[in-house]
């Protein structure tokens, strides 16, 4: 396999269930060979769907998917090669793991000894070798899980869907299970097509991430650059902590930055969705590119504002402030700097760089 | 202190479950328990003739016994015959052995008449009882009579697996023209075998198409499976002869359409055939609600999962999903043939005479031939049958698995 070329490619790919309202509208994503892509998004957003077309479990009302290449309209579920794990893992309750892990081999008719040995690596994989001979209902969510992705992969699938897979472990287990599932991607190389709507999980395991909303994709970028460079409200807000300022664009300062008015303040920002003067656009601000009492005269960008609220949370100090006319604009001042002596009430200048402060589309569900 | 609202609060759920105690007790435990103990108890000879009985134990069984026992069993049947208890006596030492009903009867009538004809007095019981009944030269109704007055007995288990007791006190089997019962338990069993393999062929898909049709639709579905259970027992066995009979609905299409020829008609009612296909159809619901109820527990997406492992649709039904659904088949089975080993109404309707099973049988020595021992008997025999199943289902599957709840 080599790096580059496309394993999955879905091309204009719409479905509806009912005929009338599109649960998914003209997909165009392309998956490389190898690759770990997650689908993010709210729930309803159309994750489960796209991965059940990729699946064979359900076909797409308009488009086409490609594996490969090829088509894959007509090809059943089990022809596919696909290794899916499921969001409630769907192991076997009657059949041991070994079996369980046995079967995808058995119904291709593998000979015993060969089945043997890959069940073990398979199991080695997952760091459970002891556990073969274990009914799934005793085993716990951490080591169901395991065996659901040992029996993903046991038939050396290059494709593995994996949907929501660990929304039933509790947070530690999660957070281990995401390293364990990348030190897997990573040794095996496989293509994985992951669905989750938690921001952080996807963080931690993808080289690219598809934003969901709505069966539209927001934007495809690797983790750093939807938080680094969001390009719609909806992703800056879903990835990430921001504070959202509404505004109108009052000039256009070059081709990148513009000039908005917002709650009574200029603000420069970066133009990132297309903009006139006098279009209504949201500024995203990162809470942490924030100053507070910075050097006279440093940023463009300086503004009055009163603290209304500390709280400390260890590795850093959230400030909630009064300013730009919101009562929930939120600053974090990192626990290396001190906080100088910030006191709720104090009236302090905030300040931070146009490019830390990006004029998205206008999203005015919240006000 | 904690004591005294505690014992009341257990007094007063005592009190409502009450009504419901007795009533289980009066209507289900005290008749099964009553049937129970007429099959090994008898008092009806041992209190008509208890010195008799009390003589006859000291009789070696061989030639006749003495005159002293004639003697007495002549003052007790004369006894008997007055308190009009002779008819019951005769007809339990009948049972014994067939022919001796008049003898007792007629002897028990006749005594008194002969006691006082003294002109033509025998000088002995036994000659006068001989001179009423030459039967009374032989030693058979005095084994019989003997056999009878066993107040616990045995001899209704035996005659309920075709065996008696000899008169040398073994255990042997009845003559050829008299075993009846194990071949009829035999076609039971395999009746009831038949009828939960239908069932279970036919409730199958309809259970598998309930659990995976979408909530509205699962509803009415049921409901219609549960139709049959609305309407009467009697009018859904007699709506099958209607459809069966040589002159009726399904022959009637047959002829029609040329398929038999008028004079070829099917014999499908009032015969072993009738009862297999309305026995199948009355119990058909008992297979569908459990297997129902076990498949809708299996989530669609272990069979999603088998295929996207690379099983065959028959593959993943095979391996996956019929595994998981057994429970429910063991329920099911159990329950059918449970019920029809003890089906009554539709065999004796549409059975005609080779199409009766064994509660048919029971039915009719509890009605007819009024030996409720027999009965009895039969029915515990029946039930000893039904508990050894539920212990083998429970052994292999296990209760509570069954998936009723
Ligand atoms: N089988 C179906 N029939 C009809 N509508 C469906 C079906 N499955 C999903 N939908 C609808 O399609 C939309 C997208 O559903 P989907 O399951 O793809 O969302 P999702 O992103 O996976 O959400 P979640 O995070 O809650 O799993 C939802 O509005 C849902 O109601
Ligand atoms: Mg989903």
Redesign the interface.
Known sequence: MSGNDVHVEFAGVSKSYDGRTLVVRDLDLSVRTGEFVTLLGPSGSGKTTILMML???QTPTGGEIRIGGRPIQNL???K?????V?Q?Y?L???MSVGANLA??LE??GMAAEERQARVGRALALVRLEELSDRRPGQLSGGQQQRVAIA??LV?EPELVLMDEPLGALDRSLREEMQYEIRRIHRSLGVTIVYVTHDQQEAMVMSDRIAVLRDGVVEQIAPPEGLYEEPERAFVASFIGENNRLHGRVAGMVDRDVCEVETGGEMVRALKVAPCEVGDHVTLSIRPERVEINPEPGRYRNELRAEVEDLTFLGDHLRVRLAACAREDFIVKIPNVLGHGGLLEGDAVRIGWTASDCRALNHEGGDE | MAGNPARRARLRALALVAPLLIFVGVTFVAPLATMLMRSVHDPVVADALPETLALLEGWDGDGLPAEAVYETAARELERSNEERTIGQVAGRVNRVQGGLRSVFTSTARELRDARLDTGAAQDTWRGTMTAIDSAWADPAPWHALRTAGERFTSRHYLNAVDMERLPDGAIGRQPEERRIYLRLFGRTMLVSGAITVLCLLLGYPIAHLIARAPPGRADLLLVLVLVPFWTSLLVRTTSWIVLLQTQGVINDVLVAIGLVGDDGRLAMVYNMTGTLIAMTHVLLPFMVLPLYSVMRGI?P??M?????????PL?AFL??YL??SLPGVGAGALLVFILSIGFYITPALVGGSDGQLISNMIAYHMQTSLNWGLAGALGGILLVGVLVLYMVYDRLVGVERMGLS
């Open positions: 699946a064979g479990f059943p579920p089990r596919r090669g696909i290794g899916m499921f409630n769907a076997f309750p009657h079967f995808p119904v291709r029996r993903a038939f | 989530p997406q272990y999603s999962a088998a295929a996207s492992l690379g099983a065959t593959q391996r996956v595994p998981q």
